[in-house]
């Protein structure tokens, strides 16, 4: 059964980073494009950034531009999401998507504030 984890998020102070990670299993990794999503308090869930399955080209939304890096690891499952120089307006829940289903993890919650 395919299955996406998210972790890594929590407390940080603007201008701060994270680096979100997204641990898979139950599919074969490597064969898969994976997209990190965010949703904002009271928002609809929208992308950030995709990556195809070898990463050799990648998608951001324009608002995390130079900011934001996706990046893969097809020897652990795993993609990252590095984030530098948030804002207070980058806070909420940052979801992994991808798999033979699409398949959604549970979300790790980012709240930037002093």
């Known amino acids: 059964q395919a299955q996406v984890v998210e972790s890594g998020g929590g407390l940080v102070q603007p201008g701060g980073s994270l680096r979100l990670s997204c641990a898979t299993s139950?599919?074969?990794?490597?064969?898969?494009?994976m997209s990190w999503y965010y949703q904002g308090p009271g928002k609809e869930r929208e992308s950030v950034a995709t990556?195809?399955?070898?990463?050799?080209?990648?998608y951001y939304r324009d608002s995390v531009k130079s900011r934001f890096t996706i990046s893969r690891d097809n020897a652990k499952n795993t993609v990252y999401l590095q984030m530098n120089n948030l804002k207070p307006e980058n806070t909420g829940m940052y979801f992994c998507?991808?798999?033979?289903?699409?398949?959604w993890g549970q979300g790790t919650q980012v709240t930037v504030s002093s």
């Open positions: 998507r991808g798999g033979p289903s699409d398949n």
């Open positions: 139950g599919f074969t990794f490597r064969d898969y494009a």
């Open positions: 990556i195809t399955p070898s990463g050799g080209t990648i």
